[in-house]
């Protein structure tokens, strides 16, 4: 049994008297250490500094009647107990400096004594798992009696009518919003309502999560957020671990993610515990999860459902108790139809799906981002850059317009920005370093779009599934990808493509035929135009 741990204020009217005077009445800090049924181990006890002597004397009473319960005092002066604001704060500052470790402790918020609005900011705290524990409170017996200590029990509270606490409790959701989006202002309305969900989904759920979009769009980035956001909120304690299924073929790819033990195939010369085993309590993101083979795919669905899997040439199981959060730029629904995925995984990944889009679909974005990329470079490379005006100016005219192809997404407008501080004069970036870097950026898109169509492709489909496709098929393809790189839009795209069944009126949705057509070879508007 885990040691039990109460966090409560001290009753500065319930908890007095005097000599022997104390004995003869209930006190609620006291009477939580004395239940025969509700052991306490360790008492955080919270108190003002006027009140620091009576905080002495109910410890050392409590060292009486519960010898094995261990008293810690914890100062906290509020100038006003029922200012919501002042509580709050000083509440949630304790919280995110108390060293919670929910796996090897249990622990109760004591809300018997402090004043309402404390007991309304515990709950909002536990609530939201600031605080890993449970509320509880203690009541005195109906009739008083030597060392009785009350009954105890385990309660809820309605929030409903606390507006302001409500507030707080939204304002603390959009903390964890921003914290997904590293503190950007997005202005883009769809991906803001997104990644509020997202946040939703993180702290409430353990189930897999699928991010999907294509390469650049920030998937990793994203991945990793969500974990550093359910750490902080105690609901992990395990490491980040990822993987980019793309890197791993045959029979290593087995070892990589489930381990093997010594002697199990040739150069297996010491025990492997493998990656599924290294994100034991944490967060395992297998990035191009798309890319797996159908026998990681089944073990991987095993290790999930069941948390246990088989580690190469093993015959005993092991345990790991992971969430699972998965990538892809590919159509997995595609993927499963021509059996290149299995469906029994696909369904348990399809609970929580998100699309994230590329810059392309965010210009209206770019601004912040650059603010934010520019902040990135100050802090890895100690030097703040800044644009002058006109530069300024400049650049964002064409990040935002649609001959800037962000082929690359957000990989793209990083590398612009870390060459344009480099290159920049005094640490101000000049009409003439963004000059040369649209140019530098033009040029490398038309190189893009003059690749061979076995080069456009391969990086789409991989060398592999490319062999298997009639070169008929393959310049046809090719042709369609140039086109939806050079488009703003799917709708834009197909009508370039069939304009001549539209004039014909043969043709009435361009963007669902182009839509069924990239999903023959597996393949998202997303992943094929920003690629």
């Known amino acids: 049994m885990k040691p039990r741990v109460a966090i409560g204020f001290l ?36 108190h003002g500094t006027s009140h620091a002597a009576l905080a002495e004397r109910v410890a050392q009473d409590i060292a009486q009647v519960s010898p094995e319960t261990q008293v810690r005092q914890h100062v906290m002066d509020l100038k006003d107990p029922w200012d919501f604001e002042e509580v709050y704060a000083a509440l949630h500052e304790f919280a995110r400096a108390y060293p919670f470790d929910p796996d090897t402790e249990d622990y109760l918020v004591h809300i018997t004594t402090g004043t309402h609005v404390a007991q309304i900011c515990w709950f909002l705290l536990t609530e939201a798992r600031v605080i890993p524990g449970r509320l509880m409170q203690v009541t005195p017996p109906r009739r008083w009696k030597d060392g009785d200590p009350g009954t105890h029990s385990i309660i809820d509270l309605d929030l409903s009518r606390y507006d302001r606490i409500a507030t707080r409790f939204r304002a603390e959701r959009q903390e964890g919003a921003s914290f997904l989006k590293s503190g950007i202002e997005t202005k883009s309305a769809a991906f803001n309502r997104m990644i509020e969900r997202i946040e939703q989904v993180a702290i409430r759920s353990k189930s897999p999560i699928l991010l999907t979009g294509p390469t650049g769009a920030g998937k990793s980035q994203l991945a990793r957020r969500i974990y550093e956001l359910k750490h902080a909120r105690h609901q992990i304690k395990g490491p980040f671990v990822e993987v980019n299924c793309a890197t791993l073929r045959g029979d290593g790819a087995m070892s990589a993610l489930f381990g093997h033990i010594k002697g199990s195939f040739t150069g297996a010369m010491a025990d492997r515990p493998g990656l599924l085993r290294a994100a034991n309590t944490g967060i395992l993101f297998l990035d191009e999860i798309g890319e797996l083979g159908l026998d990681e795919q089944a073990m991987i669905l095993r290790a999930i459902e069941d948390k246990r899997f088989l580690p190469v040439g093993a015959d005993k199981e092991v345990a790991s108790d992971f969430q699972l959060i998965a990538g892809t730029n590919r159509e997995l629904a595609r993927a499963v139809e021509t059996g290149r995925f299995r469906e029994d995984l696909l369904a348990r990944l399809n609970l929580w799906t998100f699309a994230l889009p590329g810059l392309r679909e965010r210009r209206e974005d770019i601004e912040p981002n650059l603010a934010f990329e520019l902040a990135r470079h100050a802090q890895a490379s100690g030097e703040t850059v800044t644009f002058n005006k006109e530069a300024r100016a400049a650049y964002l005219a064409f990040a935002t317009s649609p001959e800037a192809a962000w082929s690359a997404n957000f990989r793209d407008l990083g590398a612009s920005v870390t060459r344009m501080a480099t290159l920049a004069p005094s640490g101000r970036i000049n009409e003439t370093v963004v000059a040369e870097e649209i140019e530098r950026l033009r040029a490398a898109w038309r190189r893009t779009s003059a690749e061979p169509d076995a080069e456009i492709l391969a990086g789409l489909l991989g060398a592999q599934r490319l062999a298997h496709i009639d070169l008929f098929d393959v310049a046809q393809l090719a042709a369609v990808v140039r086109v939806c790189r050079e488009s703003k839009s799917l709708s834009a795209a197909g009508r370039t493509l069939f304009a001549a069944s539209r004039a014909a009126k043969s043709s009435t949705n361009d963007a669902d035929r182009l839509k069924k057509y990239l999903a023959r070879f597996g ?3 997303e992943a094929v135009a920003a690629r």
């Not at 000599?19 to 181990?41: F, G, K, M, Y």
């Open 523 to 525: 393949l998202m508007w």
């Open 11 to 46: 009753g500065s009217t319930l908890d007095q008297g005097k000599n022997a005077e104390r004995w003869q009445r209930w006190r609620p800090t006291v009477s939580l250490c004395q239940h025969q049924d509700l052991q306490i181990d360790r008492l955080d006890l919270i």
